[in-house]
């Protein structure tokens, strides 16, 4: 038996906001922090947001603030075009305002199957290294995050290098250019 949610019961995207200040070299107290190394400060100014629950939200809220089934079908029913022009191997797709493969990668088979080897090989990665602990009844959380790291790095690469190309990008839409 499948139970069906209905619009209101649906979770909302949770939208996090994170600083990875590990690539950047700074002075703290004195000292120079190197590459690689992070670190966490609070901010004397905290400003405190009243978020109600969603069961507390009313429906015309919760309408206006997410894309409803219907919606949400006629945006991917929409990038459909898109996906099948990146299949055929298009290299321009001429209507740019209306088609654009950016942020569709992994919708296509190809990217598909890459994300889901990606997250395969993490998560195996990860298990056996657990099964390795349990065999020697020990336990190193450093050694399981190290051993994810080493299959979710090329990932992280790869999100930094299409950020770097969108930040390019809007540059050059700001300015009145087309992007390259």
């Not at 590459?35 to 939200?57: C, K, M, Q, W, Y």
């Not at 298009?90 to 919708?107: A, I, Q, V, W």
Request: negative net charge.
């Amino acid at each position: 038996m499948v139970l069906q949610r209905s619009d209101s019961e649906s979770s909302p995207v949770s939208v996090m906001r994170w600083a990875d200040e590990s690539s950047t070299h700074e002075k703290d107290s004195g000292k120079t922090r190197q590459a690689g190394s992070r670190s966490l400060r609070f901010n004397e100014s905290v400003e405190i947001f009243d978020i109600p629950h969603l069961n507390d939200t009313p429906d015309e809220d919760i309408y206006a603030t997410w894309y409803s089934r219907e919606e949400y079908s006629e945006i991917k029913s929409a990038y459909q075009l898109t996906i099948y022009m990146m299949e055929s191997g298009e290299e321009s797709l001429d209507d740019k305002k209306n088609h654009t493969s950016r942020g569709l990668e992994y919708r296509t088979q190809e990217g598909a199957w890459a994300r889901y080897e990606n997250k395969r090989d993490a998560y195996d990665a990860v298990l056996d290294e657990q099964d390795r602990q349990w065999k020697s009844d020990s336990d190193d959380d450093e050694k399981l995050r190290e051993a994810y790291l080493l299959h979710s790095a090329k990932c992280a690469r790869n999100a930094v290098t299409l950020a770097l190309q969108d930040e390019t990008d809007a540059k050059e839409i700001h300015d009145g250019n087309e992007p390259s």
